[in-house]
């Protein structure tokens, strides 16, 4: 059975409670799967080159959150005194990613069919924005089962859980409004990251909605 199909499946070396922490396999599989779905999404409206930039940036910004992450989750684990299953958990974090990986790569199909279909730019976003959202709930479900005995043995690992998944959103978005576009603003020539970049994603949501309650 081929390594993806075990990811899917949390099976083998990608199970609950192996032995060892398939880092190499992994980190490949989101590398592979985050540049596929990369260059499909930054195609839209035949736009090559931010295809290239938006292949290289998925699989980055899947890596650097986690990478971000890591350190906050070690510390979460000795203070709630479970630093004992801090493996564990890198392998449900690794494990997840790759899920992720997997799922965006497979829905590459449907995004392409949609630039196909339309060159309508909301409706880009939309459909990227559904499938991010897809992968998201079907890497939850599959850190569940990871962590599902790692809190029949310490209940403080519904806490770690909750914090992490808090955590991972909220640096997820920043680092993704950093490293945007990802699909391109149609008026604008490709780049690979946009001249305001080092903003603040919550900044702007909330000017956004002041904006909005204004008018």
């Not at 989101?30 to 260059?39: D, E, F, K, N, R």
């Not at 459909?127 to 790692?150: C, D, E, K, Q, S």
């Amino acid at each position: 059975m081929i390594a993806p199909v075990r990811v899917l499946r949390s099976m083998g070396e990608f199970a609950p409670g192996a032995e060892r922490v398939p880092i190499g396999i992994l980190v490949t599989i989101v590398a592979v799967g985050g540049l596929a779905q990369g260059l499909v999404m930054g195609m839209h409206d035949g736009r090559v080159l931010q295809a290239l930039y938006s292949g290289i940036k998925v699989p980055l910004l899947l890596m650097a959150t986690t990478a971000v992450c890591l350190p906050s989750l070690y510390v979460l684990h000795l203070c709630l005194g479970v630093h004992e299953d801090f493996v564990a958990s890198c392998r449900a974090t690794f494990v997840v990613q790759a899920v992720a990986a997997i799922f965006l790569a497979a829905c590459t199909p449907l995004i392409a069919l949609t630039y196909v279909s339309s060159d309508n730019y909301p409706l880009a976003t939309t459909a990227n924005g559904i499938v991010y959202l897809g992968a998201a709930l079907t890497a939850h479900r599959v850190l569940a089962t990871h962590y599902r005995p790692l809190i029949a043995r310490a209940r403080q690992h519904r806490t770690v859980l909750a914090c992490w998944l808090v955590l991972y959103v909220l640096v997820a978005i920043q680092l993704a409004w950093t490293m945007r576009p990802f699909i391109g603003w149609p008026a604008v020539e490709p780049t690979l990251f946009r001249s305001e970049a080092w903003g603040n994603a919550y900044v702007h949501v909330i000017d956004t909605l002041r904006k909005l309650f204004r008018s």
